[in-house]
């Protein structure tokens, strides 16, 4: 069974920094792309970013290209996103979340296995 463990979030100040790990287990890490989403009170689940399996490819959302940079280290089975210069519109609950192998990365249908999330607060 695949197990995705979340953990960096927290309370911060705009313009302030985070970096958020997400730790699998289960399956073999390297084959799978993975993914980090976004969940803010009253909206819908959103992806942030994207990467694949051997790190040559990166997506991100309009809304944090330039500010967020996501990694892997497939040796840990770890994915990270670091998150620069965050703004209050920033504030959500961050999932991991690993790919299938079909589907576009950019749509939540294409991942099948979800961690339980990490709350992001950022005050102004």
């Known amino acids: 069974q695949v197990q995705l463990v979340e953990s960096g979030g927290g309370l911060v100040q705009a313009g302030d920094s985070l970096r958020l790990s997400c730790a699998a287990s289960?399956?073999?890490?390297?084959?799978?792309?993975m993914g980090w989403f976004r969940q803010a009170p009253g909206k819908e689940r959103e992806f942030v970013a994207a990467i694949n399996w051997i790190s040559v490819s990166t997506y991100y959302a309009d809304s944090v290209k330039g500010r967020f940079t996501i990694s892997r280290d497939n040796a840990k089975n770890t994915v990270y996103l670091q998150m620069n210069s965050l703004k209050p519109e920033d504030t959500a609950v961050y999932y991991c979340a690993q790919k299938k192998y079909s589907g576009s990365y950019y749509a939540l249908s294409s991942y099948d296995y979800w961690g339980q999330g990490t709350q992001v607060t950022v005050s102004s």
């Open positions: 289960g399956r073999t890490f390297s084959s799978y792309g």
